[in-house]
Nanobody
Framework: QVQLVESGGGLVQAGGSLRLSCAVS????????MGWFRQAPGKEREFVAT????????SVADSVKGRFTVSRVNAANTVYLQMNSLKPEDTAVYHC????????????WGQGTQVTVSS
């Protein structure tokens, strides 16, 4: 069974930083493409960032471009989301997700970690 566990969320003032972590177990981590998504209350889940299995291909949503960075350390079975210059509109539950390299969509999801940015 593939398990994804996020951590690192919390309450931060606007302009501050947080680093989210997602630990993966149950499969060979290096075989997964990884993603970060977020969902605010009453809103649909939205894409934040992705990183390929190799770490060589990365993408971020326009809303966080220049502020968020996604990375991974395969030896630690962990993917990170470094969030800088946080804004109140970044407040959401952040989920990590995983998929096999050959898969079209993300299949495995973590439970989420709350990020709250105060103004």
């Amino acid at each position: 069974q593939v398990q994804l566990v996020e951590s690192g969320g919390g309450l931060v003032q606007a302009g501050g930083s947080l680093r989210l972590s997602c630990a993966v177990s149950g499969r060979i981590f290096g075989s997964f493409d990884m993603g970060w998504f977020r969902q605010a209350p009453g809103k649909e889940r939205e894409f934040v960032a992705t990183i390929s299995w190799s770490g060589l291909s990365r993408s971020v949503a326009d809303s966080v471009k220049g502020r968020f960075t996604v990375s991974r350390v395969n030896a630690a079975n962990t993917v990170y989301l470094q969030m800088n210059s946080l804004k109140p509109e970044d407040t959401a539950v952040y989920h990590c997700a995983a998929k096999d390299r050959a898969a079209a969509e993300f299949r495995y999801w973590g439970q989420g970690t709350q990020v709250t940015v105060s103004s």
